[in-house]
């Protein structure tokens, strides 16, 4: 659903003018009402935000909820939304997406004991807030396990062949942050895992917001004969599926299934590195609507709780050869087992 | 009246120098061997990568060198660069909608006069309407870089655009299979463009009749009105080309990816800046302009290469800052740069 | 009120000698009919007829404001004239622009000059007309070049045509845009106050320029206030006075006083009636100055001299010989290198610009639009500047704005200085009105030193004959008053005594009545006359 | 009462002179065009949208989504329809009010300084350190408080003031002009303030890079709840403001100030060390850039954290709407305040893009920046002078 017509039909009052002005289906109503904060890339970013509102669609659609959303310009927004909509009668749980969210929350989650709260990304450790973490690393370290395989083979589909002489997998991040290291690190470690020599070029454009750098750094890693690039940039990233494109390699993306929310891009991107915000924000709030809510939790998904995982390109389902796909099970299955120890720091490489 | 005691050349000879100076300074790291790396990296190949990232900052800089040089500063090439960008994008997207269909060209076309358009309502608005530049040009950033990512979410219900295609590139013959430089000779056609503004603005601007009354617009347009010659016309003629500049180096910037990003502060992310910084080192030289645009086009690009080498800790933050202490150094101790001794200043004819 | 013919060259040419009628073929070369130029709520020329025969000089001349500058550019299609004809070898012309007036062989050189300082001479000369090659696409430079030098060597000008304006002099400045016209096909040249930044030399060059090209043929018009000039130079001068056309007359006829009197409307003062010095103590001591300009070069090579109470002091020298270097050194705006300044017997050589204005030292400067008026501020901001610290208009941090208005009402009223509004800005007061405010602001607070760099350059008559009045009038007041100008009229007549300078050097202290202009010129240029007993400076220092 | 009229009408004249009056008729008058134009673009982005119910439908064209007036509205209820709403639009006017003083101080001294989001962003850096710092020294007490957050605002006002200084030290001594330098400035403080708290100074366990969330002992508390607005920050600035428009209008430095920086040659030859005015002007200017970044970390964000907003650049849009004012400075940051406010409630009730306010305050500034434009138009009410930008607000 387009965003404005859902604004428009769920006929919410505004953030501010539900203090204020009246006109909202919420009164009378007891079903549960989700207040939704995003992380500042904002809606129709393409990935991290735009999966967790289509969690909480897929929870109205299924529970009947209602919800309000909230983007902050800066993270300086966030307190105040979050206060916001604990403050506010008519709300009963409020989603915060992102790690920004959670200095300010820390002192929220105090003041608004009776609120219920949910953290995507980070760890506030109260009562009444449900934590969802993600082991990026471990999903990072599949599709890096894919390139490797990619890389050591001779492969040609859709818009792009592998070289057959280079061994090279690249990675591409947005801001030099912890949290994109998780990514490097799992990737770097599951490329080493299909081939220990295996070179694992990685740069970092310095913003999310840069798709010329994120081409110009992969076009330079496919030009070196990386076969695969692997990208955690946001929009910086696009440039790196179309540096994948004209030099005719493959591309991974991330948090959402890329081959089809770019589509245009469906014939180089040959996996996703899936990051479930949808599924989390959704048990989330079924959690609520079940009265299973559990504060102090800590939610930590990875790949056995399908948190995480690399999902095949829409162009490459049918076409991996069956021995990658079942190698990619194996080192799932590995990982889940323990006997795969996935590091989550580049110093832990 | 202080008169500059550094010459165009010392000046960049300095600046040169300087960037060397500043690049051993920042990327040295525990004393390993740096040249070696570098020389690594350093390839034909990287050189048409640098060009690609050259283009949108040169571009800005030799448009701010043809608007200020008739005595109109503008400060505002940021924003048209996000006008071109933006508006190249959002042609060739709208463009498949119509019988003209997707044809990049069209799209092209579009985006340098979207940009010149801006640049006409600023020209008018410094003009005729006497504004303050500085404040005009501050006011046409900010109108940018409000209404790109607000007109992005209008048409496509968000601030990043779709994926809506590429110059193909061109090779040009014999040339591009040579062994080594090859890549030099495969390129798009901004870089192309490129190539062949900077020799041109050079020659418009010192060897042209134009070029002459844009001097002489911006250090005494008083002369020229006496003779003859109408100053309105030569700084129109000054700012509208610097939104022909803007555009062709916005709309290079967003075709060659193929997208538009409006989040944050566009994709544009400062490169209009740094064309600013570019033209002030380069003494309002096209050509030095192009030198200092490629210098810091290939410190950018050497730094993300030379992160790719295993171990080596660069930090993007304090390379990224590095044109910027450049032109501050620049201007402090090399001495001033010499701005057309009317630029900022209206005028009005007696008649 | 007027300005002496130039010193070196007292006799000047003789317009009977000039065969007029031979190359005066009929028509005049322009003749202006009933011309008048309206502006809003002003009549800037009324009805104004006056005709200029082909080969010949003639001299515009009125105070500021009678409307001279206002008939050239009308005559030069900058204005449209509301009523009247112009008319151009007999034929009637009717001017839209400039570009008119030059294709009709109109050129003119302003007083400010229209050169563009980064370009070569060449450039310039052609600018606007370059000679192209390739169908226009690009400026033929050689030609240029060479345009200009044929052009210089025909008129006899000394100029590199490849040199930069700012590498040249302001002569030669002037001599290129006199190129500028004739490359434009100029036969007639108007001049707008050609001799105002000129040196006498330069002066004399000029003349001798002007010469040269009424003998090819060309006619001249120049504009100016100098009667002396007009008397030299013109073969006819008309006399405008508010906006209307006094009279023409042969300057063969004309008398310095029957000029004065044209212009002003009645009898002008000429000569300046000056009471005898009374001296009394010595006020300013500069001893052995040494002070670098901007570059660092030495521009006062060990200048000392005194100034006492009651006695005008005047330093005469060609612009640039470092009067501008002493003049700040001894008023605290640049610091010496070596030397000494006392005040009433203190040492004050180390002291700060502010220490020396609360001692009482009163400063006209010499650039008044960069110096002594910030340009935006109103005169009442403008009547504290440099007053600010004293005690009279604050108290401890605070300024104390009514008095200070009271302040400025009084110099506004004494000095008559007349602001278009009262808010008005100092930037839309007149030169002259400019020049008596900073004279009362600095005159009103009662100094014991005054000093008056150039204090009447680009004044108007009226003008000049009150700040000249102010400045005696302070010497009878008993006040010490250190007087530098570079016009010779102004400082012969002024001052008790003479110093001159050249070269960063006081060559010559002397009384002005004991010499000469010719031998005062000399000096200027650094020659020793002959038979003139000049002592050292500091010999003359006491009388 | 005829006699009380007169001495108020004098009072006005005086206050109030034709110049002033000028200036405040642009001001109203950009803002009114600014609205205008607003108004169109937002018509015309509705009916490209897609909505299920356009408020119009227009023949041939199609519906249209966006009501401008409603969006005004909503912008307005949005600013001031209740008290939270009320809080953060002070929150906004506290922080624009000190930012729009530091441009407007430089400003009216002949200096535009466009680097005040810098000297913020480095003053909120030092202003977040000393409060935890000198916050774990202190009791948690008002004693504590009374010590810590002066004491944050005081650093962050030294540290804004010295990034301040160097533009006024290399546009005295060294003749650079501070338009460029102190944009320069602004990439190169955002530049190290991220890369020192990413890698020095900051919460190196977090993903974002901040810094630690300073103790609630140097935190401005609210004083509307809900919000994080504090009465005593906006009195601090209102107090700014009155400040600054008696130092430059009453005191013999402000008269010394301004001279310098509008006309280096005279302020020396008054008797001024006009380079160190100058270079005291840019320091004065950065200490008001780095107050607001104090403030804006003790009273909003209680913690450094990459992405402050823009409130610098917003600064130069308040000054210059102000006329450079400093009371003017007050309407206008109330102004921008409240439409920064009323965006986000844009956004959330009718979907127009927040975006829209900066488009809004871009087109102010370019209207005000052309005042010859409406002279033109109002050519009959006979205004006259020239009321440059940089003039050092003379005409105010």
């Known amino acids: 659903m387009d965003r404005r017509t859902f604004l428009a039909a769920a006929g919410t009052g505004s953030l501010i003018a539900t203090a204020g002005c009246a006109g909202d289906d919420d009164d009378g109503d007891d079903s549960l009402s989700v207040g939704m904060i995003y992380s500042t890339g904002g809606l129709g970013d393409e990935s991290f935000n735009d999966m967790a509102h289509q969690g909480i669609q897929e929870a109205e659609s299924d529970f009947g909820i209602s919800f309000q959303n909230a983007e902050p310009d800066a993270p300086a927004d966030m307190d105040e939304m979050q206060r916001q909509f604990a403050g506010d009668d008519n709300i009963d749980a409020v989603v915060c997406i992102g790690f920004d969210h959670e200095a300010d929350l820390e002192a929220n989650a105090a003041e608004f004991a009776d609120t219920s709260f949910v953290l995507v990304d980070a760890v ?153 915000v949808d599924t989390a924000v959704y048990e989330s709030v079924e959690a609520i609507v079940n009265d299973e809510f559990e504060g102090g939790q800590i939610n930590d998904l990875g790949l056995e709780e399908d948190g995480v995982g690399a999902i095949i390109g829409q162009d490459f389902e049918d076409d991996l050869p069956a021995e990658i796909v079942d190698e990619l099970e194996a080192s799932r299955q590995a990982i889940i087992d323990g006997d795969i120890d996935v590091p989550d720091t580049l110093d832990d490489l | 009246m202080n008169r ?73 090439l940021e924003g048209l660069l996000i006008i071109g960008a933006f508006s190249a994008v959002a042609a060739l997207w709208g463009l498949s909608a119509t019988p003209v269909g997707a044809n990049i060209w069209v799209a092209f076309l579009l985006a340098v006069l979207a940009s010149t358009l801006v640049a006409l309502l600023f020209a008018t608005v410094c003009i005729d309407f006497k504004a303050d530049q500085i404040i005009a040009g501050l006011a046409i950033w900010l109108i940018a870089l409000g209404f790109a990512p607000f007109a992005s979410i209008i048409i496509w219900d968000r601030t990043n655009s779709p994926s809506v295609g590429t110059f193909p590139v061109w090779e040009v013959p014999v040339l591009a299979d040579l062994p080594t430089v090859g890549p030099l000779f495969s390129a798009t056609l901004p870089v192309f463009l490129l190539v062949l503004a900077v020799p041109f603005s050079w020659y418009l601007l010192n060897r042209t009749t134009f070029g002459k009354w844009v001097e002489a617009s911006g250090e005494d347009p008083k002369s020229l009105d006496t003779a003859g010659v109408d100053v309105r016309r030569i700084r129109y003629a000054g700012v509208l080309l610097s939104g022909v500049y803007c555009g ?104 | 009120m007027g300005e002496s013919t130039d010193p070196g060259d007292p006799e000047r040419h003789a317009p009977a000698t000039r065969d007029v009628a031979a190359r005066n073929g009929g028509a005049p070369a322009v003749r202006l009919e009933g011309v008048t130029k309206r502006f809003p709520g002003v009549v800037a020329n009324d009805d104004v007829d006056f005709s200029v025969d082909r080969g010949t000089i003639h001299a515009l001349i009125g105070e500021n404001g009678a409307g001279k500058t206002t008939l050239m550019n009308v005559l030069y299609g900058l204005y449209e004239p509301t009523e009247g004809t112009i008319r151009i070898g007999g034929e009637p012309m009717s001017f839209e622009d400039p570009g008119d007036a030059m294709d009709a062989g109109i050129g003119m050189i302003h007083q400010h000059f229209m050169l563009v300082d980064t370009m070569t001479v060449a450039e310039n000369v052609v600018l606007g007309n370059e000679p192209t090659r390739f169908g226009g696409l690009l400026t033929d430079e050689r030609t240029a070049v060479e345009e200009t030098r044929r052009l210089a060597e025909r008129y006899g000008f000394d100029i590199d045509p490849t040199e930069r304006i700012e590498e040249i002099s302001v002569g030669e400045q002037q001599r290129v845009e006199i190129l500028k016209t004739l490359y434009r096909g100029a036969e007639i040249l108007i001049l707008d106050e050609p001799t105002a930044v000129l040196t006498p030399q330069e002066v004399d060059a000029l003349y001798e320029i002007l ?333 | 009462m005829s006699a009380g009229r007169d001495r108020v009408e004098a009072t006005l004249d005086r206050l109030v002179d034709a110049s002033v009056l000028e200036r405040l008729q642009i001001s109203l008058a950009a803002l009114v065009f600014a609205i205008i134009v607003g108004a169109v673009l937002v018509f015309v982005s509705g009916l490209i949208v897609d909505c299920p119910d356009p408020f119009l439908s227009l023949p041939g064209v199609g519906g249209a989504c966006y009501n401008p007036f409603e969006v005004y509205w909503t912008m307005i209820t949005g600013s001031f329809g209740s008290l939270t709403a009320l809080g953060r639009t002070l929150q906004e006017t506290t922080l624009l009010l000190f930012t729009g003083l530091s441009v407007a101080v430089a400003f009216r001294a002949g200096l535009f300084n466009i680097g005040t989001q810098g000297q913020m962003i480095l003053g909120a850096l030092g202003a977040a350190l000393t409060a935890l710092w000198l916050g774990e020294l202190v009791p948690e ?15 962050g006002a030294v540290i804004g003031g010295l990034w301040g200084m160097l533009p006024g030290l290399m546009k005295a001594y060294a003749d650079a002009h501070e338009v460029i330098t102190t944009i320069m400035l602004n990439f190169i403080a955002m530049g190290i303030a991220f890369w020192l708290v990413q890698n020095h100074v900051g919460n190196l366990e977090s993903d974002s890079v901040l810094t630690h969330t300073i103790p609630d002992v140097a935190q401005l508390s609210p004083t509307i709840g809900g919000t994080r607005f504090s009465l005593w920050a906006l009195l601090a600035a209102l107090a700014a403001a009155i400040g600054i428009y008696v130092l430059y209008d009453r005191t013999i430095l402000g008269y010394e100030l301004r001279t310098s920086g509008l006309q280096e040659a005279a ?36 913690r450094w954290q990459d992405g402050i907003p823009p409130l610098g650049f917003d600064g130069i849009a308040v000054s210059i709407l102000a006329g450079n004012n400093p009371i003017g400075v007050i309407p206008a940051a109330v102004l921008f305040g409240a439409m920064q406010s009323g965006s986000v409630a844009l956004n959330l009730t009718l979907g127009v893009p927040p975006e829209l306010v900066e488009v809004l305050r871009g087109l102010i500034i370019l209207f005000i920046a052309m005042p010859e434009f409406f002279r033109m138009i109002g050519k009959r009410y006979g205004y006259g002078s020239d009321p440059l930008a940089t003039d050092g607000g003379e005409n105010v």
């Open chain 4, 267 to 302: 302020a020396e030859y008054g008797g001024v060390n006009a380079k160190r005015n100058i270079v005291t002007s840019m320091t004065l200017s950065g200490a008001l850039g780095g107050i607001a970044g104090s403030i804006y970390v003790l009273m909003v964000q209680y």
């Open chain 3, 211 to 543: 010469t040269e090209l009424i003998d090819q043929g060309k006619t001249i018009i120049f504009i100016t206030h100098k009667l002396g000039e007009a008397l030299h130079a013109a073969d006819e001068i008309s006399v405008l006075r508010d906006g209307k056309l006094v009279g023409t007359v042969p300057a063969a006829e004309a008398t310095r006083e029957d000029l004065a009197r044209m212009m002003v409307g009645k009898d002008v003062l000429l000569e300046i009636e000056k009471p005898a010095a009374d001296r009394g103590s010595t006020v300013l001591q500069v001893s052995d100055m040494v002070v670098d300009d901007d570059r660092g070069i030495p521009a006062v090579e060990g200048v000392s001299f005194d100034v006492h109470a009651g006695e005008i002091f005047g330093i005469a020298g060609v612009d640039g010989n470092g009067q501008s270097e002493l003049i700040e050194a001894i008023t605290g705006l640049r610091s010496p290198e070596s030397g000494t300044v006392a005040f009433e017997g203190a040492d004050m050589t180390d002291l700060p610009r502010r220490k020396r204005i609360e001692a009482g030292m009163a400063y006209v400067a010499e650039d008044r639009q960069k110096r002594s008026l910030v340009m935006a501020y109103d005169l009442r901001r403008n009547g504290v500047l440099g007053c600010q610290r004293l005690p009279t208009f604050g108290e401890g941090l605070w300024i104390d704005w009514d008095r200070i208005d009271g302040y400025v009402d009084t110099v506004i009223e004494e000095y008559d200085v007349r602001p278009p509004d009262p808010g008005a800005t100092a930037h839309s007061l007149s030169g002259g009105n400019q020049q008596k405010f900073i004279v009362g602001r600095e005159f009103e607070r009662d100094p014991s030193l005054v000093i008056a760099a150039q204090p009447t350059r680009g004044v108007d008559i009226g003008s000049i004959e009150f700040i000249h009045e102010r400045l005696l009038e302070l010497r009878s007041d008993g006040k010490a008053t250190l007087l530098v100008s570079s016009k010779l009229d102004e400082v012969t007549q002024l001052s008790d005594r003479l110093g001159v300078i050249h070269d960063g050097q006081l060559v010559a202290v002397v009384r002005p009545e004991d010499v000469t202009d010719e031998d005062l010129g000399l000096l200027m240029a650094g020659e020793r006359p002959t038979g003139l007993d000049v002592e050292s400076a500091r010999v003359r220092t006491e009388p």
């Open chain 2, 248 to 351: 062709i180096g916005g709309a290079g910037l967003a075709l060659n990816t193929g997208q538009f990003v409006g989040s944050g502060d566009t994709m544009v992310d400062g490169r209009g800046w740094i064309g600013l910084t570019a033209y002030l080192i380069g003494n309002y030289n096209p050509i030095g302009a192009f030198l200092a645009s490629f210098l810091f086009a290939a410190l950018d690009a050497l730094q993300l290469q030379l992160q790719q080498i295993a171990g080596f800790e660069v930090s993007s933050t304090l390379v990224g800052i590095i044109p910027y202490v450049a032109v501050v150094i620049v201007l402090t101790f090399v001495g001033r740069t010499r701005m057309p001794s009317a630029a900022g200043e209206h005028y009005e004819s007696d008649e």
């Open chain 4, 141 to 155: 007490s008002l004693l504590g408080a009374l010590i810590v957050i002066p004491a944050g605002v005081v650093v």
């Open chain 1, 124 to 276: 506030v450790e109260a009562d009444n807030v449900a934590n969802y973490l993600f082991r990026e690393h471990e999903g990072s370290f599949q599709v890096g396990y894919l390139a490797g395989l990619l890389t050591g083979m001779e492969y040609g589909h859709g818009g792009g062949a592998t070289d057959p002489d280079e061994s090279t997998v690249g990675f591409v991040g947005g801001e030099e942050i912890a949290l994109i290291e998780r990514f490097e690190a799992g990737y770097i470690a599951g490329a080493q895992h299909a081939d220990a020599d295996i070179e694992t070029p990685s740069s970092y454009a310095g913003s999310w917001n840069d798709p010329t750098t994120g081409q110009e750094i992969a076009s330079s890693m496919y030009d070196d004969g990386a076969d695969v690039v692997y990208h955690a940039a946001g929009g910086t990233g696009g440039g790196v599926f179309e540096a994948a494109q004209s030099a005719g390699r493959y591309a991974i993306g991330v948090d959402d299934d890329q081959s089809r929310s770019a589509a245009a891009f469906s014939d180089v991107i040959v996996a996703s590195m899936i990051k479930r």
């Open chain 2, 4 to 76: 500059p005691t550094v010459t165009r050349r010392q000046g960049l000879a300095i600046g040169a120098i300087l960037f060397g100076l500043l690049l051993v300074g920042f990327v040295i790291d525990g004393g390993r061997a740096l040249l070696g790396d570098v020389a690594g990296v350093i390839s034909a190949s990287y050189f048409a990568a640098v060009f690609r990232f050259t283009v949108p900052i040169a571009f800005a800089a030799m448009g701010g060198i043809f608007a200020e040089k008739t005595g109109v500063i503008n400060i505002g």
